[in-house]
């Protein structure tokens, strides 16, 4: 019996094996991260073209900055040039770009950017990419508390609609599923919030070789999942 192909609304990725890519090529940690970060700029219309809407990524986390300090540096240095360099070529392609995390605690000119990017490609229709950067699933929430409390919101008060308009972004659907890469089996505290009901895979290939052909494979365990779901009465 044929699998009916059920199109996820939104995929968020884990970009995992990035440094052990490098390692197999005998290249630096570095050249890793900037292929990993160079795939963030072609791999959206891989997805918007088979119908997906949303695709969430996490690009640079809270525990990021626990790396050598020249490290923090490129990695900020290759996102601002992400952004920077391919700005009008998300506008051509109709992409709207959001940011999500402590963006106003980033250093120099990389908060603006990111205010620009975003303003610049609010009318995308396309397909929405979030990207995720200064981000934990534990600040998230952390601070979602602190608001509420900030703004006088008592314990009756409190439901889940009201602390999710207090996270980073209320305005993005919870992810229908979420890919890890690199053979890394866990979540690592991403939208510990929002996966609550996310079907998940973990691939063992690295996010510099994901490719065209992984989207199909994606796309089929997660309608070979829903199909068996909706036999199940789940």
Known sequence: MAIKKIIPNHITFLMGGNESWAKERNLSVL????????????????????GIKNISILAFSIDDWKRPREEVNTLLKFLSALFCENLEDFKRQEWRIV?????????????????????????????????????????????????????NIIAEQVHEGILRKYMFNDEIEDPDLIVGFGGI???????????????????KKDWPDFEPLDVENIIEEFSRRKNEQDEGGE
């Open 99 to 151: 940011m999500t995390g402590k963006i106003d605690e980033l250093p120099g000119d990389l908060p603006e950017i990111c205010a620009e990017i975003q303003r610049e490609t609010k009318a995308g229709n396309k397909g929405t990419l979030n990207i995720y950067l200064n981000y934990s699933g534990r600040e998230e929430i952390i601070q979602a508390i602190k608001k509420m409390i900030s703004n």
């Open 185 to 203: 089996n866990k979540l690592s505290g991403f939208q510990m919030w929002q996966a609550e009901k996310s079907e998940i895979i973990f691939l």
């Open 31 to 50: 050249d890793g991260y900037k292929k990993a970060y160079e795939k963030i700029r072609i791999m959206p219309s891989w997805l918007f073209s088979r």
